[in-house]
């Protein structure tokens, strides 16, 4: 018989203008990263509400990944620092809920990032795949 291999469920926050056109380059590139990755568009980072990002691992996602704007972003200044807050939120709230801070990830990704998005994806992957899926998780945040 043989064994099913765990792929995890990553679902990625990506902005219109400035992370969207690198994730579509590294299909458009035929750049290989996981099938389970689910990518929704927003026009800002610092937009994503902690409550969504709850959500997602509610509704079995096993980790959640912001492809942020960084300094680049065209709607606010301090889009870095409000999504970075947004991040530090949302892992308070996973550890009162019993679920690993290391199930989020937030990186800045540019419009010509395909690679550094795929290689974000194949470390995430991993590292998701070492702790198991959401709904077997046993994290203790003492």
Not at 12 to 33: M, W
Not at 76 to 94: D, F, G, R
Not at 124 to 138: A, C, P, Q, V
Request: aromatic share 8%.
């Amino acid at each position: 018989m043989l064994s099913e291999t765990f792929s995890p469920k990553i679902l990625v926050f990506s902005t219109d203008i400035i992370s969207d056109p690198g994730i579509d380059q590294a299909g458009l590139r035929k750049l290989h990263y996981p099938p389970t990755v689910y990518v929704i568009s927003l026009p800002c980072s610092s937009g994503i509400k902690p409550r969504w990002i709850m959500r997602a691992f509610e509704k079995g996602f096993d980790g959640v990944f912001i492809a942020a704007d960084g300094h680049e972003c065209s709607y606010s200044p301090k889009c870095a620092e409000h999504t970075n807050n947004i991040i530090v939120e949302s892992q308070k709230l996973m550890k009162e809920n019993n679920i690993n801070p290391k199930r989020i990830r937030m990186a800045a990704l540019c419009s010509v990032c395909a690679e550094p998005f795929v290689n974000h994806m194949g470390n995430f992957s991993k590292i998701l795949s070492e702790l198991g899926s959401i709904g077997t998780e046993k994290y203790n945040p003492s």
